[in-house]
């Protein structure tokens, strides 16, 4: 299935008015405005000149993402995934420029992914199950909470960071007009009603103040680096 380009995502860069028609994401991780793997391919990093070429390199098992052969070309790939081509020994995490497009910036920490935790559920014996903002379970004990974010090793999934949502802590915007910007949150204010609840954030160009979903923590707190690269 495809899409008309002019309707396309706008965090997804591609040229709108030359073509009429991209692919459409299939079902699965992240949101409707994930990259499909055949643009990532193509578009992106340029691995192939057409559709057709780009198809042949995935159906070949040739893409890893988050550790793990994607064969459907129309996979959605999206915030924080890391994306492996193994014959070229390169591998890239997705995260967004400063107009809040998706870019893949190469790495070498390939080995490690970051999860935002949107809820949790208490599942049979006792467990707790940890649902992150890309649509992945992983279980966990029940000293995580939502907003929190946890450092994962891909593919296995096993938690070996956890980053609180506290004063102090890094974070990224991944909404909102400032979406791909990085400050520090100054104030958390839960608001009494049914509007969403307001984080302010401190960073190089000011201070200014965003609804809590579009915040990520990326840092511990006072920590001068998020636990990823990031290229900051």
């Known amino acids: ?26 079902p699965g991780p992240h949101n409707k405005e994930a990259i499909p793997l055949l643009v990532l391919v193509r578009d992106y990093l340029q691995l192939a ?8 390199i995935i159906a070949k098992g040739k893409i890893l993402v988050d550790g793990i052969p994607r064969k459907d070309y129309k996979f959605p790939v999206g915030l924080f995934d890391v994306v492996t081509i193994p014959d070229l020994d390169k591998s890239y995490r997705i995260l967004f420029d400063e ?12 080995n490690l992914k970051l999860y935002k935790i949107l809820d949790k559920t208490m599942v049979r014996g006792g467990n707790v199950q940890l649902n992150l903002f890309d649509g992945t379970n992983i279980l966990a004990s029940n000293e995580y909470k939502t907003k929190d974010s946890i450092m994962v090793e891909i593919p296995e999934k096993k938690i070996v960071d956890h980053l609180k949502f ?12 400032h ?5 520090r949150i100054k104030e958390y204010k839960i608001v009494r009603s049914s509007a969403p609840n307001l984080v302010t954030i401190e960073s190089e160009k000011g201070t200014y103040t965003t609804i809590e979903d579009y915040i990520f923590v990326v840092g511990k707190k006072d920590a001068e680096k998020p636990v990823i690269d990031m290229g900051v």
């Open 166 to 177: 506290e004063e102090g802590a890094l974070v990224t915007v991944i909404g909102g007009k």
């Open 1 to 26: 299935m495809h899409q008309k380009r002019l309707s396309a995502p706008r965090t997804i860069k591609i040229p709108r008015k030359i073509k009429k028609w991209i692919v459409k994401t299939s």
């Open 179 to 183: 979406a791909g910007e990085m400050g």
């Open 99 to 110: 107009k809040g497009r998706y870019f893949p910036r190469e790495i070498e920490d390939s």
């Open 49 to 56: 000149d057409t559709a057709r070429e780009a198809r042949k």
